[in-house]
């Protein structure tokens, strides 16, 4: 799923506590924790929030087939609690409208994520934990920006880290199937400001998982993003 975490009012007015955002925008790969679940697909999204609380709507649309298509509930808060320091609780509600057999067609799921920022470095712990499947994710990630002040934009370079393990993975299959397995990744991207409120991205991806099941998924992935998000 996109959004464990809040896509942010980046492009709303910094006087109002009330802000929107959409997204549009095209992947050569949809990649979830490290597994890719889809190939080329459209992900739209909307978002709103009000001061540290928010909610929202994301999905993936694989444009050959219905395997991979996923529409997401989110919803959440975040807040500074000291200088630098913001921590943050979600839920997230999973649908899958293709899946069949020992798939699962949704899941919940509840999260806490801790932020720390200082200049251009950015750097943030999570935890998930899937009630349904019996899952729990443990997920870290460091990010740094360039500044590219003359395309009113930046170059955000991140490294990601994860480990998976559930208990039931295949919650439909009248047994528990369990797995556990690691992952970590790298991204490059390159957002430039059009105006007060459009930005467009573009951004090159990569993502390695370790003791999934062989021959049900690809161990090292590679992809590339573009889209542009509106914000209001």
Do not use: C
């Not at 919940?108 to 899952?135: I, L, N, P, R």
């Not at 460091?142 to 559930?166: C, K, N, R, W």
């Not at 690691?182 to 370790?210: C, E, M, Q, W």
């Amino acid at each position: 799923m996109g959004p464990s975490v809040s896509l942010g009012g980046l492009l709303s007015d910094a006087n109002s506590p009330f802000w929107v955002t959409t997204d549009f925008e095209y992947s050569s790969a949809y990649v979830f924790r490290g597994l890719q679940r889809a190939e080329g697909s459209f992900v739209p999204s909307l978002e709103v929030g009000y001061t540290d609380y928010y909610i929202g709507i994301w999905s993936n649309q694989p444009l050959h087939g219905h395997q991979g298509s996923e529409f997401d509930i989110y919803g959440g808060f975040r807040r500074e609690v000291v200088k630098n320091l913001t921590v943050g609780l979600s839920g997230t509600y999973f649908r899958y409208p293709g899946a069949n057999g020992i798939t699962t067609k949704e899941n919940y799921e509840g999260g806490v994520d801790f932020t720390y920022a200082y200049e251009h470095f950015t750097a943030t712990v999570y935890y998930f934990h899937d009630f349904k499947m019996k899952s729990d994710s443990l997920q870290g990630s460091l990010q740094y920006s360039f500044p590219i002040d003359s395309i009113q934009g930046s170059l955000d370079t991140s490294f990601t880290i994860g480990t998976v393990h559930a208990t039931d993975w295949f919650p439909n299959a009248g047994f528990n199937f369990l797995q556990s397995y690691r992952y970590h990744g790298f991204n490059i991207s390159l957002p430039v400001r059009l105006s007060k409120r459009a930005t467009v991205k573009v951004g090159a991806n990569y993502a390695h998982n370790d003791n999934f099941v062989p021959g049900v998924v690809d161990k090292d992935v590679v992809w590339w993003t573009a889209g542009i998000r509106l914000g209001f």
